[in-house]
Nanobody
Framework: QVQLVESGGGLVQPGGSLRLSCAAS????????MGWYRQAPGMQRELVAS???????TYADSVKGRFTISRDNAKNTAYLQMNSLKPEDTAVYYC???????????????WGQGTQVTVSS
């Protein structure tokens, strides 16, 4: 049973920082691209940042220069360092990963349960 577990969300003042973590566990053979998405109330879920297995990164224009995605392959964990946070960054942040479980050839897509990030004074 594969699980993605996010942590690190919370309440922060504008201009502050948070670091989100996403730990994948289970009978994992290999993890491909990992990504962070967010969904604000009444809005569609949107891609914030992604990182390939080889370390190639992409970012939404709204977070470029403020957020940094990284991963530790030995720990099956992805991180999202969020700096200079703004009220419009308030959302539930979800981890997403393409991964292959042991004994399977193909990759499947998985989601975490989400972690709330609230930016407010």
């Amino acid at each position: 049973q594969v699980q993605l577990v996010e942590s690190g969300g919370g309440l922060v003042q504008p201009g502050g920082s948070l670091r989100l973590s996403c730990a994948a566990s289970g009978n994992i053979d290999r993890i491909g691209t990992m990504g962070w998405y967010r969904q604000a109330p009444g809005m569609q879920r949107e891609l914030v940042a992604s990182i390939s297995g080889g370390g190639y990164t992409t970012y939404a224009d709204s977070v470029k220069g403020r957020f940094t995605i990284s991963r530790d392959n030995a720990k099956n964990t992805a991180y999202l360092q969020m700096n200079s946070l703004k009220p419009e960054d308030t959302a539930v942040y979800y981890c997403n990963a393409d991964l292959r479980t042991a004994g399977w050839v193909s990759y499947n897509n998985y989601w975490g349960q989400g972690t709330q990030v609230t930016v407010s004074s």
